[in-house]
T-cell receptor, first 111, second 116 residues
Framework: KNQVEQSPQSLIILEGKNCTLQCNYTVSPFSNLRWYKQDTGRGPVSLTIMTFSENTKSNGRYTATLDADTKQSSLHITASQLSDSASYICVVKRGNTPLVFGKGTRLSVIA | KAGVTQTPRYLIKTRGQQVTLSCSPISGHRSVSWYQQTPGQGLQFLFEYFSETQRNKGNFPGRFSGRQFSNSRSEMNVSTLELGDSALYLC???????????????FGPGTRLLVL
């Protein structure tokens, strides 16, 4: 079954700290993996897209990694800010079929 | 460029009614996808349109339908509303100029539908 599992479901960290969010997938055939950030009341915004041959990609303080052999990805947030409070959604594309979404990790950054 | 716009932003309906939601993609984008987002299920794919043709459809009942117009604007319709249809409905557009595999989807703010 084509699935995307994310952990943890929720996370609370202090401002300035780093954190890592996890994504495991069983989607096949794999085309690419995306991380989205969704602020409350808004639509998701793309952070990174990685294909099979890429194992790391950065977007500012966000760094995504991909291990296509173990079918795992992580999103590392450095020096967190209050504005990082959001849901982070891992999404896998399977060939030319629609995207498969994880249920997201709810991150709260507190002062 | 203006982003993806969706109307209305909020909607309250009662069971059995029908509803039509509208999405205007980013100018020049010809692909529009619709998603349903609920707290329990997360984001689920409804359908995708490209140049007025439905290219993919998710596992939703026939009460959910959509269409795309020649100007790429899209509408989705839900008939005979049920309580479980309460959700955030998101529309996303993409240009596909970079190839289907790498295209970035740009999401609208969504329409929050509440069915009473």
């Amino acid at each position: 079954k084509n699935q995307v599992e994310q952990s943890p479901q929720s996370l609370i960290i202090l401002e300035g700290k780093n954190c890592t969010l996890q994504c495991n997938y069983t989607v096949s055939p794999f085309s690419n993996l995306r991380w989205y950030k969704q602020d409350t009341g808004r639509g998701p915004v793309s952070l990174t897209i990685m294909t099979f041959s890429e194992n790391t990609k950065s977007n500012g303080r966000y760094t995504a990694t991909l291990d296509a052999d173990t079918k795992q990805s992580s999103l590392h947030i450095t020096a967190s800010q209050l504005s990082d409070s959001a849901s982070y959604i891992c999404v896998v594309k399977r060939g030319n079929t629609p995207l498969v979404f994880g249920k997201g990790t709810r991150l709260s950054v507190i002062a | 460029k203006a982003g993806v716009t969706q109307t209305p932003r909020y909607l309250i309906k009662t069971r059995g009614q029908q509803v039509t939601l509208s999405c205007s993609p980013i100018s020049g984008h010809r692909s529009v996808s619709w998603y349903q987002q609920t707290p329990g299920q997360g984001l689920q794919f409804l359908f995708e349109y490209f140049s007025e043709t439905q290219r993919n459809k998710g596992n939703f009942p026939g009460r959910f339908s959509g269409r795309q117009f020649s100007n790429s604007r899209s509408e989705m319709n839900v008939s005979t509303l049920e309580l479980g249809d309460s959700a955030l409905y998101l529309c996303a557009s993409s240009s596909l100029t970079g190839g289907y595999d790498q295209e970035t989807q740009y999401f609208g703010p969504g329409t929050r539908l509440l069915v009473l």
